[in-house]
């Protein structure tokens, strides 16, 4: 079973059979765009930590796996948690705003190098489709403890939004409709609760979903888009892609200057059998 759904996580329906975004160079994509994504990235509502962490005893030691530059691990870390923040590239490592709650540590999500079962609470916020499943699930399983908690977490655009449906169309339009900007279907969550479940590794998996917004300036608009590794930075693209923001801010900005980029941040919850 967990083979069927792993290529269905974050494949494209334009994408042969068992195509993973693991296999996109993950490790080092984001360097270019290390301090785009510390500044523009949206952050996470208060409402999914209130769920990660409800029937938690403390203390919680945490692992933040993919932290990239250490929005969700700063979050962890203000609720009390110790936080290990695992992340591979040098660059997102450098990005981050220190917390003295959060250590960051080089490693992958498939060798953390974290000791076993030391973990409280696992969470990858916004990179699960980037690591190898069977390989990291097995890692995640190792260094949880018995009854211990993993979380995956996504911000994905709502469409609903109008201004939302603009910029995702014009983003899936820029990157070549990238398989990343396919994730947010009721196919690749069903999958994600598949993968879990027939891992063998964790039981009573759930899923929430929660309104959030982010609203930004045209700086801010253009920073959020540079930020995604699946923007092509070269010059005359970034040229043409910088005066279609511009236009799309113009027709939806509020009178303060700001457009709300409209998300449903889900969280799929499990615990470690």
């Given amino acids: 079973m967990i083979g069927a759904v792993i290529g269905s996580i974050g494949m494209s329906q334009d994408e042969p059979p068992g195509f993973s975004l693991h296999r996109l160079q993950p490790l080092e994509r984001f360097s270019d765009r290390a301090d785009d994504y ?6 996470y509502p208060a409402a999914a930590l ?27 870390a203000e609720r009390g948690a110790a936080v290990t923040a695992i992340e591979p590239n040098q660059a997102m490592r450098a990005a981050a705003i220190p917390h003295a709650g959060v250590v960051f540590r080089a490693g992958s999500a498939e060798r953390t190098s974290l000791a076993d079962a030391s ?39 709502d469409e609903r939004d109008g201004f939302t449906a603009e910029y995702s169309a014009l983003i899936r339009r820029v990157s070549s409709h ?3 900007t396919r994730r947010a279907d009721r196919r690749q969550s069903e999958a994600i609760l598949a ?3 027939g891992s063998g590794y964790f ?16 700086e801010a608009l253009i920073g959020r888009v540079r930020s995604s590794s699946y923007i092509p930075l070269d010059e005359p693209l ?22 709300p980029l409209v998300y449903r941040t889900h969280v799929f919850l499990c615990e470690r059998n």
């Fill in 195 to 197: 993968l879990l479940g």
């Fill in 50 to 76: 209130d769920a990660i962490f409800k029937g938690l005893a403390t203390p919680v030691h945490a692992a933040d796996i993919g932290a990239g530059t250490g929005i969700s691990s700063r979050l962890l």
């Fill in 119 to 157: 973990q409280h609470l696992l969470t990858c916020f916004q990179s699960f489709h980037w690591f190898e499943p069977v390989a990291c699930l097995a890692e995640f399983a190792r260094i949880l403890r018995a009854g211990g908690r993993l979380a995956l977490v996504w911000n994905d655009r």
């Fill in 238 to 259: 970034q040229t043409a892609l910088s005066a279609d923001l511009k236009a799309l801010h113009a027709r939806w900005t509020a009178p303060n200057g700001l457009v």
């Fill in 178 to 180: 990238h398989p990343a």
């Fill in 38 to 43: 510390a500044r523009y990235r949206p952050s």
């Fill in 203 to 218: 039981g009573n998996t759930r899923t929430h979903a929660f309104a959030s917004s982010q609203s930004l300036d045209l």
